[in-house]
């Protein structure tokens, strides 16, 4: 079918009371483009729900006028919606059409039947959106949505499957399986045609053959193709082929980009690639882009996978919904490995009015939509039916497990099955009930369940994770998997190699401040295939879980969540900008993808309180050795590195040599600007530095573009970094200001912000503070010319930026 984007021309206001409009009470719509996130721009709400950032929920309503030509009667006609948040309802010149609960799954609308051809058309979308979540969802037609024409015989949508067979080193054997569709009367035979060919454009494989459908039904057509010496798809070489598959010469066309490449999963050799092992250097994300919120560009995708790749990992978790297709694109082509999620919750609810309202009812529809979408994409190479799921602890959880894993096994036998299976909330019931202490008792009578359970040390999940009770309970849950997900449970990893010689383990969701022995047992078992931190990228929702804290004498007890306004969960390696922070660079060093040492300075304002953080928080550390009005104060130097030993240098001057622990050392120096220097050695020979200057005046404000020419289409973004620097270019992180911006030209302001984790002022405003030295402006093309962004900040030089945009494909 021909596929034309249907993102431009929109209207949106928040949803009207019919009854109130009649009245004059009346609100106007605003025009968009989508992909839009309807949540965004709403007045955060104080006494809200720290879990979705403080933002309302709602109701909200779009609306489009198209024109659809006369010569398409008969045709079939969709609108395919890649997601819209939440329990859509979609209808067409006042008629209704279609619905979808879920607000992650991929459907499509069949407004033929409703059109007025020759004539304008209105349809209208509706979403809401209330206390269904446990992080921000963002809220309305978020990605994006195209139109779909096709003649009376046609290629399904989604109805091109291609799979690996064989592999050798000599050739290839590739299935391609297309589904074709019939609206005739009559028998109609078409002939099939299928074209493949490798990344430089060449030909390599062929086939056309006849293929006859009945009226008004499908017919699957199969061929086998041969291909001679192909490049393999693989995360460190991820060599793709383009399949064109065309009816007719040109009565309908296809064109699907996949990967050939093989899986194999044993619990001695782990996951092999192709017949490589490879570990995996998991990072759970949530699917929010930060200052554009949930809307889902394909640049703004693609930029994540390239700084999460560039930061060590190799594999996304998607957390805990399905994955949008502009990313899985993305890491298709920069050889990113997904393990993609169906659900967060099944019959049991998380939230009061989630998903589990509709599970029962819909889940299937989901899986399908999902496993449709992913089919075709090489980086996928595991589906996860649910994250965290309660019921997993139970006869019944397992047989819902068992229905949710056959059903993807009988739509993709290619891939794996997985679980994000936490072991404290399978047995939370069994706790509560036994009440056997009085931490039981107290999970018991806390409203917050699992997040509030989860905020307690460490120590206790390891303790509950090893119990008998944990082990009998989620036997079966495990059992009826291929890869056994643990969420915050590596303390079985050795304990399963001796009770399940056979389960193969996947650390789902884990500790970043645990990374170190978790890596250590990865490398050391065959059975522990990898590990996925929480989290690869910063969020907004969970507000400060990952947040410092101190402890005091007198303050109240920690609470797990922070008050408003905090914004974001300040616990990813990557901040919602795309920068990295230390725990990034520590987990590089850990992977061994890194030898220079990296410098982390803890701030000075809290030298000597006591930390009080929760597992997911990184000390209270940046990377600088500018700290105005310390001079002379005490500060500890965190040094992460790998060898024997490491020294520490202010200006010069030795502070000391330490042995290398569990790839860091502390030293207690006195803050003294100028350069603060690590060096490590190995063996008494130096195997790498790292230097930190001090910053002068922030008397300049740099604004640079991370791409000098961008495109009208495709979902093209332009990123200019602001950063506030001496006059040699030093980042000063302590000298934080507001910035203006004023965007002209063939583009708009799209989102503008900072990574600082609370914050009152809007991503929607072209006004924003610094945070550390730094704020972050995107930009999207309106049409082809230029795009001018000019910035100014106090006792700075206005400076501004200029982006190229041509005209896409």
Request: aromatic content about 8%; hydrophobic content about 35%.
């Amino acid at each position: 079918m021909k596929r034309t984007s249907f993102n431009d021309g929109w209207e949106f206001r928040p949803k009207v009371n019919q009854f109130a409009e009649i009245a004059g009470h009346t609100t106007p719509y605003q025009p968009v483009s989508v992909p839009h996130d309807a949540m965004l721009a709403r007045q955060r709400i104080p006494e809200g729900d720290g879990a979705g950032a403080y933002f309302p929920g709602g109701a909200y309503e779009y609306r489009k006028t198209f024109h659809v030509p006369a010569e398409d009667e008969g045709k079939r006609i969709l609108v395919e919606f890649e997601g819209v948040y939440r329990d859509a309802m979609v209808y067409v010149n006042g008629a209704y059409v279609t619905q979808r609960p879920y607000g992650y799954s991929q459907f499509r609308a069949d407004i033929g039947p409703h059109l007025r051809y020759g004539a304008a058309n209105e349809i209208q979308v509706e979403a809401r959106t209330h206390q269904d979540s446990r992080w921000y969802t963002g809220a309305g037609i978020y990605r994006d949505t195209w139109l779909l024409v096709g003649g009376p015989v046609h290629i399904a949508p989604e109805g091109v499957r291609i799979t690996t067979l064989e592999r050798d080193r000599d050739r290839a054997v590739v299935e391609v399986a297309v589904r074709i569709e019939s609206d005739e009367r009559v028998l109609r035979t078409v002939r099939l045609g299928m074209q493949v060919a490798d990344a430089n454009g060449r030909s390599v494989a062929t086939s056309s053959v006849p293929v006859t459908v009945e009226p008004g039904q499908q017919a699957t057509a199969r061929q086998r193709l041969y291909i001679r010496g192909p490049a393999l798809w693989s995360p460190d070489h991820p060599a793709l082929h383009t399949a064109t598959i065309t009816l007719d010469d040109d009565r309908d066309a296809e064109h699907v980009t996949f990967g050939i490449r093989t899986l194999h999963l044993d619990p001695t050799h782990g996951l092999r690639v192709n017949g490589t092992p490879v570990k995996l250097r998991g990072a759970c994300v949530h699917h929010d882009n930060g200052p554009l919120g949930a809307a889902t560009y394909a640049r703004a995708e693609e930029r994540r996978v390239e700084l999460l790749k560039d930061a060590g990992f190799n594999a996304v978790r998607m957390s805990h919904h399905p994955m949008s297709s502009a990313m899985l694109g993305a890491c298709d082509r920069l050889g990113m490995l997904v393990v993609d999620e169906t659900f967060d919750m099944w019959t049991h609810p998380k939230s009061a009015f989630d998903y589990s309202l509709h599970f029962a009812e819909w889940w299937e529809r989901d899986l399908e939509a999902m496993v449709a979408k992913d089919y075709n994409h090489p980086s996928v190479i595991m589906y996860s039916i649910g994250n965290e799921i309660p019921e997993t602890g139970s006869p019944a959880g397992a047989v819902w497990g068992r229905r949710l894993a056959e059903k993807v096994r009988a739509l993709d036998p290619t891939r794996h099955v997985t679980n994000g299976i936490n072991t404290a909330l399978a047995v939370m019931a069994d706790l509560a009930a036994m009440k056997k202490d009085q931490d039981a008792q107290q999970a018991d009578r806390d409203s917050t369940g699992i997040n509030t359970f989860m905020a307690d040390p460490a120590a206790r999940l390891e303790a509950l994770a090893t119990s008998e009770l944990v082990t009998r309970k989620t036997e079966e849950s495990f059992a009826l998997l291929d890869v056994a997900g643990m969420n915050y449970a590596e303390a079985r990893y050795e304990l399963d190699r001796k009770l399940f010689p056979d389960r193969i383990i996947l650390g789902t969701e884990t500790f970043p401040t645990h990374i170190d022995r978790i890596w250590r047992l990865t490398k050391e078992h065959g059975h522990v295939i990898g590990d996925f931190t929480w989290t690869g990228w910063d969020y907004l929702g969970e507000v400060g879980i990952g947040r410092p804290q101190y402890r005091t004498e007198d303050a109240a007890p920690q609470e797990f969540t922070a008050a408003y306004p905090h914004l974001s969960a300040d616990c990813g390696d990557l901040d919602i900008t795309g920068h990295r922070r230390p725990a990034s660079y520590y987990r590089e060093i850990v992977f061994g993808l890194r030898t220079d040492p990296y410098l982390a300075v803890r701030r000075l304002q809290h030298h000597g309180a006591t930390y009080a953080a929760t597992p997911w928080a990184w000390s209270d550390t940046l990377s600088s050795w500018t700290w105005p009005g310390f001079e002379e104060a005490p500060v500890r130097v965190e040094v992460y590195g790998v060898g024997d030993e490491v020294e520490l240098l202010v200006n010069g001057r030795p502070q000391g040599r330490k042995a290398l622990e569990s790839f860091r050392a502390d030293f207690e120096v006195l803050y003294q600007p100028g350069e603060l220097l690590a060096v490590t050695y190995t063996g008494g020979v130096e195997t790498g530095r790292h230097t930190v200057l001090t910053a002068g005046a922030p008397d300049r404000l740099r604004a640079e573009s991370d791409r000098a020419v961008i495109t009208t289409t495709g979902g093209d973004l332009a990123y200019v970094s602001l950063t506030l620097t001496d006059a040699a270019g030093i980042r000063h992180p302590a000298a934080d200001r507001p910035v203006r911006l004023e965007v002209t030209g063939d583009g708009v302001l799209a989102g503008f912000g900072s990574a600082r984790p609370s914050t009152d002022e809007s991503f929607d405003s072209p006004d924003h503070h610094t945070y550390e030295g730094r704020a972050l402006a995107i930009l999207r093309p309106t049409g082809p010319g230029e795009i001018r962004l000019a910035a100014s900040a106090v006792d700075c030089a206005p400076v501004m930026v200029k982006v190229a945009v041509g005209e896409g494909s």
